[in-house]
């Protein structure tokens, strides 16, 4: 019996997947939930964390599982916050992202793969000042769900870590040891809450 019970609720979630990807194909992110978090080392043995507070974009599928979605997103470098406003200012400034030239980090995905369960592979181009490269992140798919207000909500979180030098975000201070002052590799963890577009 719990084996049946098991299938039918498969069944039973597949059938609602399906139900909403026929009835709407572009989703827009539920800003109040989502977020995207960077991490890096700070003298080799911490970490400063810090968001891009403003950002937007879509994903757009037709199929229940999501594996031919398109994600394009974008956010704003004068967003940065890592609750240091100098910091911030620095980060603003050509030794980084420089704000006023390059005022847009970019994303647009190329794949969007399924491996096993609720974890997937999305691959893409992420550009951050004048630089394209390619870029994979390991996602998980959080599910779906439906708010009080009879609206769908569908949910993912996406990580993956770039090195930093290869964006020329160029600045490097060595500590007395040798080390660097900020670490070369930036993680990047992003938290997705989807709403189907109104139309």
């Known amino acids: 019996m719990k084996s049946i019970s098991r299938i039918l609720i498969i069944a039973g ?7 909403v990807s026929s009835a709407q194909t572009k989703w ?3 800003l109040a939930h989502s977020s995207i978090k960077f991490t890096a080392t700070h003298l080799v043995i911490s970490e400063v964390e810090g968001s891009l507070k403003i950002f937007n974009g879509s994903m757009e599928a037709s ?6 979605a398109k994600i394009n997103f974008t ?3 004068s967003s940065i916050n890592t609750d240091n406003e100098m910091r911030d200012k620095h980060l603003k400034s050509d030794d980084f992202f420089n704000a006023e030239k390059f005022p847009k980090i970019t994303f647009k995905s190329t794949a969007f793969k399924k491996l096993k369960d609720n974890k997937y592979q999305l691959k893409g181009e992420l550009t951050i000042r004048d630089i394209t490269k390619p870029v994979s992140f390991d996602v998980i798919y959080g599910g ?4 009080p207000w009879g609206n769908i909500h569908i949910a993912f979180k996406a990580s993956t870590t ?6 020329n975000l160029k600045w490097n201070t060595l500590t007395e040891a040798g080390g660097a002052v900020v670490g070369k590799d930036i993680g990047i963890n992003v938290n997705l ?3 189907p577009e109104k139309k």
């Not at 979630?13 to 139900?19: D, E, G, I, P, R």
């Not at 779906?144 to 708010?147: C, E, S």
């Not at 770039?162 to 964006?167: E, H, K, Q, S």
């Open 63 to 68: 199929k229940a599982d999501f594996t031919d």
């Open 13 to 19: 979630f597949a059938l609602v997947l399906n139900q």
């Open 193 to 195: 809450e989807f709403l």
């Open 28 to 30: 827009v992110p539920d």
């Open 162 to 167: 770039i090195n930093r030098f290869d964006y």
């Open 144 to 147: 779906t769900a439906k708010d």
């Open 75 to 77: 956010a704003d470098v």
